[in-house]
């Protein structure tokens, strides 16, 4: 989703429906350029011919390219507290607590940082909260407006997306906890 928005962690990002935060951790990990799988054991590392000085010598330089900080700002809120507390939890573990601005705040009062930048979230959907998903694109356009930020939302149904009121375009479809989704982008 962040690579097809054409992320590359310089320029300021915010999911102000950040949930247990995934998308701002995957953001912060590639604006550190942490390798992917850098921790992960490999089935090739059984092979015969593996040779493990070699790639021990592949993941020190992948660690020692990885930047310190993140360059720019990674904001995560949510009005939920739970959800808060879960995506503290799931920064911490994934190393990234000190690249991330975690708050408790509803979409309408979210902050993001100053200068032009994504904001790249994952709208809630289901027949729960179909009462309130109008409301909900109509503030995320409004975020987008105000804040002079580009946005990318992974959605189901597009219809309510309209209420945003920006030009969305289909950068991909895919699969998302069992629906098909479609991630739209606006500027
Ligand atoms: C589909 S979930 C996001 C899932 C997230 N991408 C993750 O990795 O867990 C949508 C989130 O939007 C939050 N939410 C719904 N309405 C909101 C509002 N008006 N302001 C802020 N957060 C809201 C919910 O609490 C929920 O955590």
Redesign the pocket.
Known sequence: MLLAAGYTGAEPLID????????AIEAALLARRRAPGLTRRFAFQRWPGHDAGNYQEVQAHARESELALAPAAIVAS???AG?IEAARENAARAGVAGDLRIEQV??RDAHPPPGAGLIAT???YGVRVHA?LPR?YA?LGELARRSGYRIAALVPDRRPAGRSEVAWERAIRTRNGGLNVELLLAR
């Open positions: 102000p429906l950040c949930g247990s935060g995934t998308i949510d009005a939920d959800a509803a979409l994952n709208p809630p309130d909900l503030d």
